[in-house]
């Protein structure tokens, strides 16, 4: 559920109740538009770093009661008085948009988590709370599946986030396996890549299937909406594996035919958590 690729985002969702969607959109506006400050157009790192100090002092405001001149900032206060939403996921998306800016190397996985606790995380909690679901079991599961969904990001998009001179690869890793920079940059699939990719896949399964029993604890169209987005980040690891880790050359993505697959194996979920 990482908010730079909102593709699990259920903003459009068939599967979100109608009286969600004012918040959820709120909340996306927010959060799209805090993710766009830090990483798109040609600003430098001290001019995003500002305008996200100017998001942060905004969420200040709504704390404090104030009235924002900023329309979008209105549609988030009312949102978060009208559900009671909590402001600290906010801000550790904020704090992970800055992180953004000034960080493009994680030493290791323990940092990477951090990291994915306030960019991923975030989202779950807030949906949590306006299912009115967020007791201390089912938070820690959305944690477990917003920070595998993150992780399955990042391992598929390694060369988009290359060319951003990114890595999220935990640097650790890299070095025990064997693998340098001059893989990414040579886009090289050898043995000690495959070696590293297949372990982190398997780390980012055994997360997400960790946080698979809240899609099946939840009720209603929030469950087969969790079991949907659990079963699209077992298929994107699953292809991952199909193309022998070469996510230089085959960017994983779903298609029309994965889609039926996703319904068929959330169906099964309750017996089959990893489908067939």
Same mark, same amino acid.
């Given at each position: $559920?990482?908010?730079?690729?909102?593709?699990?985002?259920?903003?459009?969702?068939?599967?979100?109740?109608?009286?969600?969607?004012?918040?959820?959109?709120?909340?996306?506006?927010?959060?799209?538009?805090?993710?766009?400050?830090?990483? /798109?157009?040609?600003?430098? &790192?001290?001019?995003?770093?500002?305008?996200?100090?100017? +998001?942060?002092?905004?969420?200040?405001?709504?704390?404090?009661?104030?009235?924002?001149? @900023?329309?979008?900032?209105?549609?988030?206060? %009312?949102?978060?008085?009208? =559900?009671?939403? &909590?402001? *600290?996921?906010?801000?550790?998306?904020?704090?992970?948009?800055?992180?953004?800016?000034?960080? *493009?190397? +994680?030493?290791?996985?323990?940092? !990477?988590?951090?990291?994915?606790?306030?960019?991923? @995380?975030?989202?779950?909690?807030?949906?949590?709370?306006?299912?009115?679901?967020?007791?201390?079991?089912?938070?820690?599961?959305?944690?477990?599946?917003?920070? %595998?969904?993150?992780?399955? @990001?990042? =391992?598929?998009?390694?060369?988009?986030? =290359?060319?951003?001179?990114?890595? +999220? !690869?935990? !640097?650790?890793?890299?070095?025990?396996?064997?693998?340098?920079? $001059?893989?990414?940059?040579?886009?090289?699939?050898? *043995?000690?890549?495959?070696?590293?990719?297949?372990?982190?896949? *398997?780390?980012?399964?055994? $997360?997400?299937?960790?946080?698979?029993?809240?899609?099946?604890?939840?009720?209603? #169209?929030?469950?087969?909406?969790? #079991? !949907?987005?659990?079963?699209?980040?077992?298929?994107?690891?699953? $292809?991952?594996? /199909?193309?022998?880790?070469?996510?230089?050359?085959?960017?994983?993505?779903?298609?029309?035919?994965? =889609?039926?697959?996703?319904?068929? #194996?959330?169906?099964?979920?309750?017996?089959?958590?990893?489908?067939?």
């Amino acid at each position: $559920m990482a908010v730079d690729h909102y593709e699990n985002f259920p903003v459009a969702s068939i599967l979100l109740p109608a009286r969600l969607r004012p918040p959820v959109e709120a909340i996306y506006a927010f959060a799209r538009s805090a993710d766009d400050l830090a990483d /798109e157009g040609d600003a430098g &790192p001290d001019e995003r770093l500002t305008a996200l100090a100017g +998001y942060e002092q905004e969420l200040d405001l709504i704390v404090a009661g104030g009235e924002s001149d @900023n329309r979008m900032f209105r549609k988030l206060k %009312a949102v978060v008085i009208d =559900w009671h939403l &909590p402001v *600290t996921p906010l801000r550790d998306l904020l704090s992970a948009f800055r992180q953004d800016v000034v960080t *493009t190397r +994680y030493a290791d996985f323990r940092t !990477l988590l951090d990291y994915c606790r306030r960019s991923a @995380n975030p989202v779950g909690t807030l949906m949590l709370h306006l299912y009115g679901a967020a007791d201390e079991r089912n938070l820690v599961q959305s944690d477990a599946i917003c920070s %595998a969904l993150q992780l399955i @990001n990042f =391992w598929q998009d390694v060369a988009v986030d =290359w060319k951003k001179s990114r890595i +999220y !690869l935990p !640097l650790e890793d890299m070095a025990r396996f064997g693998v340098g920079e $001059m893989h990414l940059d040579a886009q090289r699939v050898d *043995t000690a890549w495959r070696e590293l990719m297949a372990f982190e896949v *398997t780390r980012a399964r055994a $997360m997400l299937l960790a946080g698979a029993p809240l899609a099946l604890r939840l009720p209603g #169209r929030i469950g087969w909406e969790l #079991r !949907l987005i659990v079963q699209g980040g077992l298929r994107i690891l699953e $292809m991952i594996e /199909e193309v022998g880790y070469d996510v230089f050359r085959q960017r994983p993505q779903l298609g029309k035919l994965d =889609w039926l697959r996703l319904v068929w #194996r959330a169906l099964r979920m309750k017996s089959h958590p990893n489908g067939p």
